[in-house]
């Protein structure tokens, strides 16, 4: 792949960097410029991802991706739709609610996932007690976070919660599926598309406003970027190193959008999120290499 020359802490500097850019863009054109069709400018960086990885594969950097067999598009087709709800909700909660609260929340998908994953195997003792205790701890700060939220939209939650439980599902979806994890990048893009509204969106009052095309198309090869930067980290780290990182990277764009957005905010939703990103970034450093096989 593409990034597989560069050593891991290039790697990581990279991925903080192209984080915190996708999540600011996104948050630009779906709360700044109030593009309320996130499907359709999902589907529009799809495309842009779409033809950026075509021109990667022509050129030998990136391979393996699928091989265009029936079956295996009939074995991913859940996942499909799990990616499908999950951009769409994503999107929907991103608009009304500020980064902080935003990435905050979305810590407590590791406590889903450990549940789910514990259920499927049935065995809970595939993590250690102090894991448990750390995503309890996040779960109930999360709550938190939401209460104490200024700007509490019953609706903007609701699809915070709904994209959390889709994107846990697809989290748990390739525990089991490690080996073809490549395919998630272009397999599922395609998708976006299909909760659109283009009646709609030819109405947008910034339609031909340059900046929403730049921040669509700067959107989509960023998107694409960083998610084959994610798999590059997760498939030589064996996924460590990538969950370490993560928490370091909503850490830092939590705290750098204060400076490029406006919301309202207290000091104890402040005090909240803080705890939340803390105990996620001291969780993931406890964790023994064992628990994340």
Not at 12 to 35: P, Q
Not at 88 to 95: E, I, N, P, W
Not at 126 to 135: C, L, M, Q, R
Not at 139 to 145: D, L, T
Request: glycine share 4%; hydrophobic share 55%.
């Amino acid at each position: 792949m593409i990034f597989k020359q560069l050593n891991v802490y290039l790697q990581c500097i990279l991925f903080c960097l192209l984080f915190i850019a996708t999540c600011y863009v996104n948050k630009y054109v779906l709360s700044v410029l109030k593009f309320t069709h996130p499907t359709i400018f999902q589907g529009w960086q799809c495309f842009v991802g779409v033809i950026f990885i075509k021109l990667n594969m022509m050129t030998g950097n990136i391979n393996l991706l699928w091989d265009g067999n029936k079956k295996f598009f009939l074995y991913w087709l859940p996942e499909f739709m799990l990616f499908v709800i999950s951009i769409y909700s994503g999107s929907k909660a991103l608009a009304n609610i500020s980064i902080p609260a935003y990435l905050a929340v979305l810590n407590s998908c590791a406590l889903i996932n450990h549940i789910s994953i514990c259920v499927l195997h049935w065995n809970f003792k595939i993590y250690e007690a102090k894991d448990w205790i750390f995503h309890f701890v996040i779960g109930a700060a999360a709550v938190g976070v939401v209460y104490s939220d200024p700007m509490y939209e019953i609706e903007s939650y609701f699809w915070l919660y709904v994209h959390i439980i889709s994107f846990s599902a697809i989290v748990v979806f390739i525990e089991f599926n490690k080996d073809i994890i490549e395919a998630s990048v272009i397999f599922f893009i395609p998708g976006s598309y299909l909760l659109g509204d283009i009646f709609e969106a030819a109405n947008f009052k910034h339609l031909y406003l340059y900046k929403f095309y730049m921040g669509c198309l700067a959107s989509g090869i960023l998107g694409t970027i960083l998610n084959l930067l994610r798999i590059s980290l997760q498939e030589n780290s064996e996924f460590l190193v990538y969950n370490r990182l993560l928490p370091i990277a909503h850490i830092m764009a939590s705290f750098l959008s204060l400076l490029f957005f406006e919301f309202h905010t207290t000091a104890e939703h402040n005090i909240w999120i803080a705890a939340v990103q803390l105990v996620s970034l001291l969780g993931n450093f406890t964790k023994r290499k064992g628990n994340e096989e």
